[in-house]
């Protein structure tokens, strides 16, 4: 149930979905992992948002090339406290009503099942496929969605993946890319950010269209917005068997 | 066979337009059309035809992966950040 001091905080959104929908907000628990460029404009609107829980992993300190897209940080955060930790600190001046766990270590195969199992939603706000592989592995295995971004430059991409009915991201991406330092501005990242929080109240909410099943891309150099539908891979090592097993 | 390519996010800004049509020989493969493609677009032989990722009307395509005529083909540059 909603308080009166919570129908006045979210009065405006409400507007738009009602009463029931916010509850669904506020029971939701969110994982976040990466609270970088991408992460931080997801942690943000998530918080304002109303989210109940959410769970920030980060385990990297802010460093001076940061900031020119990782807006929850300043210049007297640099190199102190881990990211996760500095953003739950600026985030609960934003919504101290809502409860944010953090994770300063590195997630890793080790630990993923124990870190995410009790989360309805992750959200990939990482820089690296070798992570997102995992994360994905983990939701295929445990049926949680997830929502994926990557950035560069001007460009980013976006889809939801939900197990067992979508294409997951290895179907997508079979291939890592290389490391590399990237270029990057940051309002694409922002966008982006503000892009996958969306994909997150949708899916709680059941408000709107989800980008389940389908890549967006937009181009802010050109203003160019794309979406194509991608279908499962039936060979793909990761979700193919899942699929197989749904149709049983 | 006549195949369409569509370039995506900054491959398209790289080659100067957003698609394109190939001309190839009866069984080609997606390896063909994408050495094809960096050749008529030098700029993107630093990511051809090993770092793409390539769909065919919405299904993910390896390279070995015979095209057939009027096939669409949607090329994305692997992008990574966050």
């Not at chain 2, 080609?28 to 994408?34: D, I, Q, R």
Request: with cysteine.
């Amino acid at each position: 149930m909603l308080n009166e001091k919570e129908l006045r905080r979210y009065d405006r959104q409400i507007m738009i979905f009602g009463k029931y929908a916010q509850e669904k907000l506020k029971k939701a628990r969110v994982a976040i992992v990466g609270v970088g460029g991408l992460g931080s404009p997801i942690s943000i609107y998530l918080t304002a948002a109303g989210i109940g829980y959410l769970f920030l992993i980060d385990e990297q300190k802010p460093k001076l090339s940061n900031l020119n897209r990782q807006i929850l940080y300043g210049e007297e955060d640099l190199n102190k406290k881990a990211k996760s930790v500095s953003a739950k600190e600026k985030l609960k001046q934003l919504n101290s009503q809502i409860k944010i766990k953090t994770w300063a270590k590195r997630i890793c195969r080790e630990n993923v099942e124990d870190l995410l199992n009790d989360v309805d939603i992750v959200v990939d706000a990482l820089d690296n496929f070798e992570t997102r592989y995992l994360l994905n592995e983990f939701c295929v295995k445990g049926r949680k969605p997830l929502i994926h971004a990557a950035v560069e430059g001007f460009y980013g991409q976006i889809t939801t993946i939900v197990p067992g009915k979508t294409a997951c991201l290895r179907c997508l991406f079979p291939n890592a890319p290389k490391k590399i330092k990237f270029p990057i501005i940051g309002v694409t990242a922002g966008l982006f950010g503000i892009l996958e929080a969306n994909e997150v109240i949708k899916l709680i909410t059941g408000y709107g269209d989800s980008l389940r099943g389908k890549l967006f891309t937009y181009d802010l150099r050109q203003n160019k917005a794309e979406c194509i539908e991608i279908k499962p891979n039936p060979s793909c090592p990761v979700c193919s068997e899942s699929f197989g097993l749904r149709r049983q | 066979m006549k195949v369409k390519i569509k370039f995506f996010t900054f491959f398209g800004n790289l080659c100067g337009v957003d698609k394109t049509e190939l001309n190839l020989p009866q069984g080609a493969t997606v390896k063909e059309a994408l050495e094809k493609i960096a050749n008529d677009f030098p700029k993107l032989k630093k990511w051809l035809p090993q770092y793409v990722w390539v769909f065919i009307h919405g299904n993910y395509a390896n390279l070995r992966t015979q095209l057939k005529n009027d096939d669409e083909i949607a090329l994305f540059p692997p992008i990574a950040g966050g």
